[in-house]
């Protein structure tokens, strides 16, 4: 709730005008209240003069307003009805400008600012935010859970002001006409607020499992349209349709359970706000019979008010759900902006616009969810311009040791050193920018391809895109596309085929010249004639660089200055092709079964001599 506030404080200014409206409202409603219970007991003032009725004493000068005393009945009517349609068409007038502000202020300021604040700190946080949460939970939360945030501020707080406020001017109101009946009447609004804080305090946790439900659900949806392709190749449409059905209708019971819950709720608030009525009924007409408090100022007044008042008693039960549907959402979404920012630039982080590309591992240890070790005790020197090839079983530890270069996350014990320097001290804009990563899943976005390759350098030329393109082996095919560069991509660039797309996140990187390249194993989608036209390409791209790449093929690991082998997160091996070929060890059997099944497919092709070399 403090939270909350804080945010609305933000909109302080909108907030006072949004509120200004409403007392404006307020009081041109109380206005023509008053002068329809006026105008009731000025008809029965002129019926007794007349001798119909009895007579009933009122102000002189008609309202106590100084009109003509030689005014008619008819003139006097006349004016409190203009009076009265003059009021109404000026609230009309200012409810359509308070809808206005209220709209701006939770829709095209708060809404608006509030998720922009939620994506740019998503771009902040490390990976480990994102290894820990789902992608169906971020986006529940950047979309209805702001929305939650926007219902506090529009449905609960300016509700809240404007009900206290109206309740208060109706009690002071109402006790000026008739303090014992105004008594009388509320006198059921303690039990009111009792059963508001029961009903809140039972709500709340269903109010938190249907958000839970609903973000189940939605990151099913999301892993079903992903994954369609293994879906309908293994011809599950059924099931994973019985699966979605089943998460929809669990959504369902459990909004269904809420609301039958709040159905008991809004009726037995509406039948308190009743009895009021039957006690104004009852007692009220008494006072009138009895004299005690005329019929238009008083009684008419005081069941205007009293309806007034149980219109906003009423507004309870929406208070409380929404109070709780906001604060479910609101905590959901402060957890994105409470989340630490893992890896972030030093106090006095230090500017490297360029880095030589010296990169060392001092004793590294790593653990995704820092307490089973990815990385144990890793210690790695490469120079500038060395390439290096890593080579592990799945787990080994290869893609995390890469991802502490660039500080997707940061070793839980020892260092990284870049240029002699500890990676966490250079700025993480300045390290990245020297960087060219090549992802072992590459991810194109729903865009041109020549803002794909574009991406990490969009004031690239034509010309260094198409150069980057050719040395990724990537320009023939993308010429033969239909608009060329310019065509768009499908989504994830699922138009495209596996080795295509790697190609084109190859140009991505080495449009960047960077100093460092990493690749993740680029050639795994890629056929061996592919390779070769790649890696040919490559080697003027890796000449001068430091390059690591992930690699299981002899044919990218025979490129590299050095090869390290890792098991359960350690080094085993390291040397060349040639040295490690000469040491019995996992190097070795790998090599050898590939070398083995090479011979096999060179056999059965009936290749000799030239041919079999």
Request: charged share 20%; hydrophobic share 50%.
């Amino acid at each position: 709730m403090r939270r909350l506030f804080g945010l609305a404080w933000r909109y302080r200014a909108r907030c006072v005008q949004v509120l200004s409206l409403q007392l404006v409202l307020l009081t041109l409603g109380l206005s023509g209240l008053s002068l329809t219970g006026l105008g009731i007991d000025y008809i029965r003032h002129v019926l007794g003069e007349r001798g119909v009725g009895p007579a009933i004493p009122f102000p002189e000068g008609k309202f106590g307003l100084g009109l003509p005393h030689d005014w008619t009945a008819l003139q006097v009517l006349v004016l409190v009805a203009g009076c009265i349609l003059a009021f109404a068409v000026l609230r009309a007038v200012l409810n359509y400008f308070y809808t206005i502000a209220v709209n701006r202020l939770v829709q095209q300021r708060l809404v608006v600012d509030l998720r922009g604040e939620v994506y740019e700190k998503l771009q902040r946080l490390s990976f480990r935010f994102f290894d820990a949460n789902t992608t169906g939970s971020i986006i529940t939360r950047v979309t209805g859970d702001v929305q939650a945030v926007r219902m506090f501020v529009d449905q609960v707080l300016i509700q809240s002001v404007i009900m206290v406020v109206s309740l208060t001017v109706y009690v002071i109101y109402m006790a000026s006409l008739s303090p014992g009946l105004t008594l009388a009447c509320l006198a059921t609004t303690p039990v009111l607020c009792v059963l508001s804080a029961v009903f809140s305090r039972h709500i709340q946790p269903r109010y938190a499992r249907s958000r839970e439900l609903v973000e189940e659900m939605v990151q099913h949806f999301a892993e079903s349209i992903q994954g369609v392709q293994v879906t309908k190749g293994f011809g599950r449409e059924a099931e994973d349709r019985a699966g979605f059905d089943a998460k929809n209708a669990a959504v369902l019971a459990q909004q269904q359970g809420i609301f039958w819950r709040l159905s008991l709720f809004t009726p037995a608030v509406g039948l308190l706000t009743r009895v009021n009525m039957l006690v104004l009924l009852g007692y009220g007409g008494w006072l009138v019979i009895d004299g005690k408090l005329p019929l238009g100022a008083g009684l008419v007044v005081f069941y205007g008010l009293l309806e007034q008042f149980s219109g906003q008693v009423n507004q309870v039960a929406t208070l409380v759900n929404s109070v709780q549907q906001s604060l479910i959402g609101a905590r959901r979404v402060f957890e994105i902006l409470d989340a630490p920012v893992e890896v972030r630039d030093a106090p006095a982080a230090m500017r490297r616009l360029r880095i030589e590309g010296a990169v060392r591992f001092e004793n590294v240890s790593f653990a995704y969810d820092g307490i089973e070790a990815v990385l144990r005790d890793v210690t790695l020197e490469v120079k500038p311009g060395q390439c290096v090839a890593i080579l592990g079983a799945t787990g080994a530890g290869k893609s995390a040791l890469m991802s502490l270069i660039p500080r997707f996350y940061d070793p839980t014990a020892g260092r990284v050193l870049i240029d002699g320097i500890d990676a966490r001290t250079l700025r993480v804009d300045d390290l990245r920018r020297n960087i060219g990563i090549v992802f072992q899943d590459s991810f194109l976005f729903s865009n041109s391809v020549a803002a794909n390759i574009a991406f990490g350098h969009p004031d690239a030329t034509p010309a260094q895109i198409e150069k980057a393109a050719r040395i990724a082996a990537a320009h023939d095919f993308i010429a033969a596309l239909p608009k060329g560069y310019d065509t768009v991509l499908g989504e994830s660039g699922n138009s495209l085929s596996g080795g295509q797309r790697q190609r084109l996140a190859i140009a991505r990187a080495v449009l960047l010249e960077p100093s460092i390249l990493l690749l993740d194993d680029p050639t795994a989608a890629i056929d061996s004639e592919t390779e070769h036209e790649i890696f040919e390409a490559l080697d003027n791209a890796i000449a001068g660089r430091t390059t690591f790449i992930v690699a299981h093929r002899l044919s990218t690991l025979r490129r590299a200055d050095f090869i390290i082998v890792m098991e359960d997160g350690r080094i085993i091996q390291r040397g060349t092709h040639d040295d490690l070929m000469k040491v019995p060890g996992p190097y070795l059997r790998v090599a050898s079964l590939q070398l083995v099944d090479g011979g096999k497919l060179t056999a059965a092709a009936g290749l000799t001599g030239e041919g079999a070399a």
